[in-house]
């Protein structure tokens, strides 16, 4: 009897491992580049790099937040939250 299956991977299967792993690599290495970069400057200014990463986290998770809920913000110098009163709680 003759086996007709085919053992191993096939190009595209290998080409698309190769693809992953390069792109899971350059991202590490963009990080890596980052963090040396980080390390080298003096500790007054790793301070403020790290108070303008939190910054941007902070910005990028109220912008995330504001785009699921459908809450009006209220404007400046009003100090009552706007509410809809079209009956819907």
């Known amino acids: 009897m ?3 299956q085919a053992n191993g991977f096939t190009m595209i299967e290998a080409l698309m491992a190769l693809l992953i792993a390069s792109i899971l690599a350059s991202i590490l290495f963009v990080q890596a580049s980052t963090a040396h970069k980080a390390l080298q400057l003096p500790m007054d ?3 403020q790099f790290a108070i303008l ?3 941007e986290m902070v910005s990028l ?3 995330a937040q504001a785009g699921n ?3 009006r913000q ?3 110098g009003q ?3 706007i509410r809809d009163f079209d009956g819907a709680r």
């Open 2 to 4: 003759k086996k007709d």
């Open 45 to 47: 200014d790793q301070e």
């Open 53 to 55: 990463q939190i910054r």
């Open 61 to 63: 998770s109220r912008t």
């Open 69 to 71: 809920s459908g809450a």
């Open 74 to 76: 209220k404007p400046a």
């Open 79 to 81: 100090t009552a939250w």
